[in-house]
Structures are given as C-alpha cells and as structure tokens.
Nanobody, 124 residues
C-alpha cells in the first residue's frame, strides 16, 4: 500500500516562508507526477504545483514567482518552498502522486494517492 506523509505546515506571518515535504512510502516501482493541491474553507481543491518524473513543472498562476516545487526521485519525495506568503494562501495543502506503479499486477498500476493534508495558516 502506497502512502504519502506530509510535513512542514504551520502558522506564518504574511511575507514569511514555509517548506512543505511529502514522502511516499510502500512498494513503489515508479511515480509519474507528484504535486501539491490546496483547499481553503468553502472553496474547491485546486492545483498549486506539480512536477513530472522528467522535471516538467506546472504552477497555478496565483503562486508563480513565489512557490517552487522540487522533487527527489530517488527518495520519492516532493517539496514545496513557499515564499512571500499571503493570507489568501491559507489552506489545507494536500500531497498528490499520480501514475503510481506499485506492482506488476494491472490493479497496481496507474494509481493516484493523496496525503492526509497539512494546514498552512498565513496570519499576523
């Protein structure tokens, strides 16, 4: 069973920085894309940033220039460096892994896995 464990959330003042980490564990042959989504109160979950196995990165317009996603394929880990944080960045941040191959069986291919979420609060 593949699991994603996030860390690094918390309370930060506007203009501050946080770094989120997400590590995948379990039997993993490969992961296509890893990324971060967020969900603010009363809003739908939205993509923040993701990164494919070959390093192609995609960012939401609202975070471009402030957030940086990086990935360590050897450790099946993805990071999100968040700078110049704003109150509107307050949300639960969820790690996501797509195209996970956890075995040779067809039922263990092309899986999508979510983390439990970590709360980021930007407030003075």
């Amino acid at each position: 069973q593949v699991q994603l464990v996030e860390s690094g959330g918390g309370l930060v003042q506007p203009g501050g920085s946080l770094r989120l980490s997400c590590a995948a564990s379990g039997t993993i042959f490969s992961i296509n894309a890893m990324g971060w989504y967020r969900q603010a109160p009363g809003k739908q979950r939205e993509l923040v940033a993701d990164c494919t196995g070959i390093g192609r990165r995609n960012y939401a317009d609202s975070v471009k220039g402030r957030f940086t996603i990086s990935r360590d394929n050897a450790k099946n880990t993805v990071y999100l460096q968040m700078n110049s944080l704003k109150p509107e960045d307050t949300a639960v941040y969820y790690c996501n892994a797509r195209g996970v191959m956890a075995g040779m069986s067809s039922s263990l291919r092309n899986l999508e896995v979510w983390g439990q979420g970590t709360l980021v609060t930007v407030s003075s």
